[in-house]
């Protein structure tokens, strides 16, 4: 079921599906200035959309540290508000999800693996 939670400022968040990949990867980039995905471009699991666009989103990915982390690329003119709270809404569900991608650094470095090849493709 799709997970959408709207807040007064006109952001809607999601989670990712596998539909939004292809536009997940053309931002990504678009932004890097290259031509294939690399494991910086992580495990998307968190959309920001302003008008049914999407103008942010999170990934999952292995910090300097060796720890599961996440980072967020924005795509479209967020605001300082806009910003802080999809930041926030990201640390809280990065924080609450159980699953191994969330804790496991090896298990999320597979995954981030699997994805770069499949999308690479």
């Known amino acids: 079921m799709e997970t959408r939670i709207q ?5 809607q968040y999601q989670e ?3 539909s939004d990949m292809v536009l997940l990867k ?6 890097q ?8 471009f992580g495990l998307p699991f968190l959309v920001a959309k302003k ?3 999407i103008i942010a989103f999170a990934c999952l990915v292995v910090n300097r540290f ?4 996440f980072i967020i690329h924005e795509v479209g003119d967020l605001n300082k508000e806009e910003k802080e709270a999809f930041e926030f809404f990201v640390e809280d569900y ?3 999800n159980p699953s191994e991608n969330y804790k496991n ?10 994805i770069v090849n499949w999308i690479n493709v």
């Open 105 to 114: 650094p090896q298990q999320l470095k597979s995954t981030i693996n699997s």
């Open 7 to 11: 807040y007064p400022h006109n952001l």
């Open 94 to 96: 990065f924080k609450r």
């Open 51 to 53: 008008a049914n666009a």
């Open 33 to 40: 200035n290259s031509k294939i995905v690399n494991e910086s």
């Open 26 to 31: 053309n931002i990504f980039l678009q932004k």
């Open 66 to 69: 060796g720890k599961p982390d």
């Open 16 to 18: 990712v599906y596998i």
